[in-house]
Nanobody, 125 residues
């Protein structure tokens, strides 16, 4: 059984930082790409960033480039999302996800087979 567990969300003022973690278990994660998505109230889930597990390829949403950084610790089977210079529009539930097939990270939510439960990030102005 594949499990993804996010943590690290919270309330922060605009301009602040948070680091999200996604701990993975249930299978060998060294092959499959991971992604972070977010969903604000009343909006569709949207892509934030994706990473090939080897770390050789990353894709960022334009609005988070230069502010967010994805990384992974292979030994811990954990992916991180460092979020700096947070803005009120970054407020959302953040989800980590993993593709069930080998390949590059994808921006399409439908390409991911496994999802965490989500962690709330709230940025106050």
């Amino acid at each position: 059984q594949v499990q993804l567990v996010e943590s690290g969300g919270g309330l922060v003022q605009a301009g602040g930082s948070l680091r999200l973690s996604c701990a993975a278990s249930g299978r060998t994660f060294s092959t499959y790409p991971m992604g972070w998505f977010r969903q604000a109230p009343g909006k569709e889930r949207e892509f934030v960033v994706g990473i090939r597990w080897s770390g050789s390829m990353t894709y960022y949403r334009d609005s988070v480039k230069g502010r967010f950084t994805i990384s992974r610790d292979v030994a811990k089977n954990t992916v991180y999302l460092q979020m700096n210079s947070l803005r009120p529009e970054d407020t959302a539930v953040y989800y980590c996800a993993q593709r069930g097939s080998i390949g590059p990270p994808s921006r399409d939510v439908h390409d991911y087979d496994y999802w965490g439960q989500g962690t709330q990030v709230t940025v106050s102005s």
